[in-house]
């Protein structure tokens, strides 16, 4: 049977408005609308995304989120100000200081990040349906936190060269666990066939510790520039890691009888970072230096001269500007970036880096999916709480 492809269907200027009202809405509600945001969003990209031309269905409840994410509040408080209490006591006891305290304090929270990256996973799939079927995670959130702070310290403690590892084993450790309907998904491969998608990271390594090795051993400075090559390229090392990663993780993914395939671009993913990045950067300079037109044709208009005439004269009439245009100005601007930024962001990178990754996926043997067959609705005391509360998760 042919593959069923993958279309993506999203338009910038749709998503740009929904990011933009959302945004706004949620700095005027003091960030509560912040779970009605999310929501909307999301439906909005997984309706976008629609393998064999039936769109994915997110069925999440913004007033769910709003109330686990309470409960999440409670426990986190509870659990940090003990654990922290105990670290500080300890640490004063026994080394005479704060420092190992706020270290070990630090790595307290972690099994908790983990934690809720793996509910919110949870929350999403469960969330998630496609032709009417829906997505599933098994429970395993503290398997999941202790595998990543294990892995995660092995991948640390060999400076990178168990990465490698440490990404094979924790998306084995989801995939093998997650649901479409009746059916398992499986995640195969081995974890050494991550280190082909890792190269250019090492080699970006490898030329800053020539460049430096050089510049010590010869006592010519001039090796140094030899480093400015690094900078480039562990930029295409993350492009390269991520298409390549994806890929060879995809293609080896089962679920039952049914393949995947998919075929992002390095080059692709790369300059959709670069692209995006850039007109981010362009147009909130933009808003930002018009924010600050506006509020000097302000000041010149109340001291009933011309615009040009008061910057020309701004050093004296610098004194004479209430402080709180610059209080009201330094608001507008700070706003402006967190509102723009945001929305910009949703625009120029994350819908087209969407869209790439969707277009190049295909599912391959689809006839094997007439035999899926529902599954019961699973339920959440505090749907993605303890994420939202640490601003972490495992989507948008």
Do not use: C
Request: aromatic letters at 16%.
């Amino acid at each position: 049977m042919t593959p069923l492809a993958t279309e993506y269907v999203g338009e910038r200027g749709v998503l740009f408005r929904l990011a933009l009202k959302a945004s706004v809405l949620t700095v005027l509600t003091l960030g509560i609308y912040r779970f009605w945001m999310k929501t909307r969003l999301r439906r909005y990209y997984w309706s976008a995304i629609r393998p064999g031309g039936a769109p994915l269905e997110y069925t999440g409840q913004p007033l769910e989120k709003l109330l686990g994410f309470l409960v999440a509040v409670v426990v986190m408080a509870f659990y940090i100000g003990v654990v922290n209490l105990i670290l500080m006591f300890f640490s004063f006891a026994l080394f005479q200081g704060n420092v190992t305290a706020y270290a070990l304090s630090f790595i307290g929270v972690l099994p908790i990040i983990f934690f809720a990256q793996y509910r919110a996973r949870r929350y999403i799939l469960a969330r998630t349906r496609w032709r009417g079927i829906r997505f599933g995670l098994e429970p395993g959130a503290w398997g999941y936190a202790w595998r990543a702070m294990f892995y995660w310290a092995l991948a640390i403690a060999t400076l990178g060269l168990l990465y490698p590892l440490k990404a094979f084993r924790l998306e084995k450790y989801l995939i093998d666990r997650t649901h479409f309907g009746s059916m398992t998904f499986q995640q195969g491969g081995r974890w050494t066939m991550l280190y082909g998608p890792l190269k250019h990271a090492f080699y970006a390594i490898a030329v800053l510790a020539v460049s430096i090795g050089a510049a010590v051993l010869s006592d010519n400075e001039t090796w140094l520039a030899l480093a400015v090559l690094a900078a480039p390229w562990a930029g295409f090392a993350g492009a390269y890691w991520r298409a390549h990663s994806w890929r060879l993780l995809t293609d080896h993914k089962e679920l039952g009888e049914v393949r995947f395939r998919s075929t992002p671009r390095a080059g692709r993913v790369l300059g959709i970072w670069l692209l995006g990045g850039f007109l981010i950067y362009l147009s909130v300079l933009a808003i930002i230096f018009a924010l600050l037109i506006g509020v000097v044709a302000l000041l010149a208009a109340s001291a009933s001269v011309e615009m040009i005439e008061f910057l020309n004269n701004l050093e004296e009439n610098f004194d004479t500007i209430p402080a709180w245009i610059f209080t009201l100005a330094g608001i507008g601007i700070y706003f402006s970036f967190f509102l723009l930024g945001s929305a910009l962001s949703h625009t120029f990178i994350t819908l087209p880096m969407a869209a790439h990754f969707a277009s190049q996926t295909q599912i391959l043997n689809p006839e094997a999916l007439a035999g899926i067959d529902q599954r019961a609705r699973d339920e959440f005391a505090e749907a993605e709480g303890f994420a939202d509360a640490l601003d972490v998760g495992a989507a948008l």
